[in-house]
Nanobody, 116 residues
Framework: QAQLVVSGGGLVQAGGSLTLSCASSGSIDSFGAVAWYRQVPGKQREWVASINNSGSTRYVQSAKGRLTISRDIARNTVYLVMNSLTPEDTADYYC??????????WGQGIPVTVSS
């Protein structure tokens, strides 16, 4: 039943930064984990980063050292801070709230385009 509003995407030059936000209408702390995924047309959706309800984070190898997932419990918002972006980061990005049954509640995809 959670409604997710994603913002912060856009066009950026290689080496630049963007911050994505995913605001939930409900408590994100009630979910087991929240995560970011990305998808390129014609490719499978790729998991990028996640943070569980204890604050532990995990990342896909290509994101380590460049992308950071965080959460603001009070604002029911999840963030993805993206630094040192490359054209390979170009994709539609999705946030997902993962419940205890491993069901994922998706936000709308938001495009990130990195030019070179």
């Amino acid at each position: 039943q959670a409604q997710l509003v994603v913002s912060g995407g856009g066009l950026v030059q290689a080496g630049g930064s963007l911050t994505l936000s995913c605001a939930s209408s409900g408590s994100i702390d009630s979910f087991g984990a929240v995560a970011w995924y990305r998808q390129v047309p014609g490719k499978q959706r790729e998991w990028v980063a996640s943070i569980n309800n204890s604050g532990s984070t995990r990342y896909v190898q290509s994101a380590k050292g460049r992308l950071t997932i965080s959460r603001d419990i009070a604002r029911n918002t999840v963030y993805l801070v993206m630094n040192s972006l490359t054209p390979e980061d170009t994709a539609d990005y999705y946030c997902g709230l993962i419940n205890t049954d491993a069901q994922i509640y998706w936000g709308q995809g938001i495009p990130v385009t990195v030019s070179s």
